[in-house]
């Protein structure tokens, strides 16, 4: 049976991940110049010349194809910028490039196998942008009229037998007779008279565009995207271009379809959230994909896949990671890691740098982040108050870009949002000194926490 399409889905990013973009909402890029230079502070960046510059030349060549079976390495302590630069990257080679960030534990699953979880994610970050051309009836809506009649299986109610629409464009108008499911869509999309849809003649997807401009002028409390009335006819060929990943293309073909008895139901509802994917259908996904791209109605987009503490990692799946680099479909790989010469996890006398291999270690190019001095700090700091809409009074960047250098950057930037509670509770709008000064009594920073328990426990 071949593939099936699935609905189109324009990110990867899972919301059980979000979590982990949110600290570098801030960051929009490598910030280089033409010639391939990193400015000292340049969009969300601040700092980490030599590694920007770097993974500048890595995006060049990602672009001209000349990484396959390739890594980047990323290493430095914790908190110098190792996965901005990831999203960086990923931003540098196209908004709509899929970025699949997990860390190096996530393979460890009571569900399916280590070498499974990383299959997986290497096929999600393979995108395939599908060109169709589809027949559509487009216009602003203005009529929207269902027609009820007796429901004849029971002598209750009435059920609706067809709905009569008006779409309306520049050129024209027409009065369209349509199936009572496609009312039902067209409910479920919370669709009203003026807003401006397009029905697929074929399949009869109902999709609302926006509301029309025409509207514009009226008073609405909610915000609104407005578009201008389409040209053309009502009824036209339209290209439509659909976004998925390899790995929804797995996932919508290794689900079984089952039948309507009561057994098929109830072992769908104790059926596992996850299924593992044969290697034998992941080919056979590959073969209608390539046969689409030879075509010409698929284009493959290779996205980024980034392993953070990629330490965590045992040797079972280094070595599946040497294959998974050397597919003909494999997307660019990002590693980062904050160690140095540490044991090769699944093993018991084997030492390498940064705890990798050496035999995958050779695939690498590795790129050194440094730590921030307090110039640095001051300016990330005021980079992530300005993002978080946080005011800062006199004297207080200066103070948080200190605690920054004695400490950590990070509890630097963790006091921001408490402090601007504190100085909400004072009727302040901006954080002042002492507000960083409370903060420094109710939370302590991990050196100051470690002195404190040992100093405590030789007394």
Known sequence: MPPTAVPSISATHSASRSSRIAPHSHIRGLGLRPEGVADSEAAGFVGQTAAREACGIVVELVKSRKFSGRALLLTGAPGTGKTALALAIAQELGVRVPFCPMVGSEVYSTEVKKTEVLAEVFRRAIGLRIKETKEVYEGELTEL?????????????????????GLKTVKGQKQLRLDPGIYEAILKEKITVGDVIYVEANTGAVKRVGRSDAYASSYDLESETYVPLPKGDVHKRKEVLQDVTLGDLDAANARPQGGQDIMSVMGSLVKTGRTEVTEKLRREVERVVKGYVEQGVAEVIPGVVFIDEVHMLDIECFTYLNALLESPMAPTVIFATNRG????????????????????????????????????VSKV???????????????????????????????????????????????????????????????????????????????
């Open 341 to 376: 010469n540490a044991l090769v996890r699944g093993t018991t006398d084997v030492i390498s740098p940064h705890g990798i291999p050496v035999d995958l270690l050779d695939r690498c190019l590795i790129v050194k982040t440094e730590p921030y001095d307090k110039t640095q």
């Open 381 to 459: 700091v005021q980079v992530r108050a300005g993002v978080e809409g946080i005011r800062l009074g006199p004297g207080v960047l200066d103070k948080l870009a200190s605690e920054g250098e004695r400490a950590s950057l990070r509890y630097a930037l963790q006091l921001l949002t408490p402090a601007s509670i504190l100085a909400g509770l004072s009727g302040r709008k901006e954080i002042a000194l002492e507000d960083i000064g409370e903060m420094n009594e109710l939370f302590l920073d991990a050196k100051t926490s470690a002195s404190k328990i040992g100093t405590d426990g030789a007394l």
């Open 145 to 165: 009229t269902p027609t009820e009649t007796e429901n004849p299986l029971s002598g209750y109610g009435k059920t609706v037998s067809h709905v009569v629409i």
